[in-house]
């Protein structure tokens, strides 16, 4: 099977994701708001707390929409935590409870005073870096230094994170389709790294596209790249679709059923050549997809 016809299943397969209603998600939530001020602050926090069971993420983001009333942006502009802390004190998410989300207001309420979001990130962009990692770095350093009981959100490259849902976040405001909203104009979707979650591990091994079998920032670039040889313009665009085939379970990768529910069976390897276990964060030969289109 040709590299040509990889990226051809691909586009195949995120073509038949592109539209509002093609998976439940929570940017879905996000959507209902239509003020970009609103969005900015919906998504980082619908982000922020994407991990565990998608109907919990979806429980949980709609229990703070509650908290946060009509405009979100306003209330984390106008948020005072002497008065206001009491009503998050019962809010848990897993392991997030209503500490941290305060926290993070505060870390949000310092950004808006900036301008917004993304002006708070781009003080720390280089547009001629190769990808955001810097300015991820940045971004989470000075938000830990706001407050510390929002370090969680705040993940950073340099410690190995993958730092899923600031990925996540980005995506959906840097890209621009039928499902992300495109708000921020500054950066290039060239730039972004994929969220790397459990299903976008499993189908990004299974198709090849990177050389690590442990999850942290070297297999979300490793992935990413592979990706930005399909499409160097924008390599993030797949992940939606990567990652809703893996939510599906349609990805067979290391088990029985192997890519015969797959719709991008034929161009993956469903289980691996060697399938004595490496040691965790060993590289493994690379079949990365050339750079041809």
């Known amino acids: 099977m040709s590299h040509v016809s990889v990226k051809d299943r691909l586009d195949t397969l995120y073509a038949s994701f592109n539209c509002v209603d093609s998976a439940t998600d929570p940017i879905h939530i996000v959507r209902r708001f239509a003020d970009p001020a609103d969005r900015e602050v919906v998504g980082f926090c619908a ?41 998050f004190s019962g809010f848990v998410h897993r392991w997030t409870r209503g500490d941290n989300l305060v926290a993070l207001i505060i870390a949000m309420q310092q ?15 280089d547009e001629g870096a190769p990808d955001v990692s810097a300015a ?15 370090a969680y959100f705040f993940s950073r490259p340099s410690s190995g994170a993958a730092c899923k849902r600031l990925n996540l976040f980005l995506r ?11 708000l921020w104009t500054k950066v290039a979707p060239a730039k972004l790294v994929i969220p790397l979650d459990t299903h976008v591990i499993r189908v990004g091994r299974c198709l090849r596209l990177t050389r690590y079998t442990s999850p942290g920032w070297k297999m979300a670039a490793d992935i ?16 939606f679709s990567l990652c809703h085939l893996g939510m599906a379970d349609q990805c067979g990768f290391n088990r029985e059923q192997g890519d015969s529910l797959c719709p991008l069976g034929g161009v993956c390897r469903p289980h691996p050549r060697d399938a004595r276990r490496r040691a965790v964060g060993t590289p493994r030969a690379s079949a990365r997809p050339s750079a041809r289109r």
């Open 136 to 150: 991820l770095e940045s971004f989470s350093n000075r938000a830990r230094a706001i407050d510390q009981k929002a």
């Open 111 to 125: 950004m808006l005073r900036r301008g917004s979001i993304e002006a708070y990130f781009l003080d720390g962009y």
């Open 224 to 239: 990413t790249e592979s990706l930005r040889q399909i499409d160097p313009v924008d390599p993030v665009k797949y992940d």
């Open 172 to 182: 959906w405001m840097v890209r621009k389709d039928a499902v992300d909203f495109g």
């Open 47 to 87: 982000s922020a707390l994407a991990f565990g069971r998608v109907a919990s993420v979806l429980q949980s983001v709609e229990r703070l929409l509650v908290l946060l009333g009509p405009s979100p942006a306003r209330f984390v502009r106008d948020f005072e935590p002497r008065l206001k802390r009491a009503a």
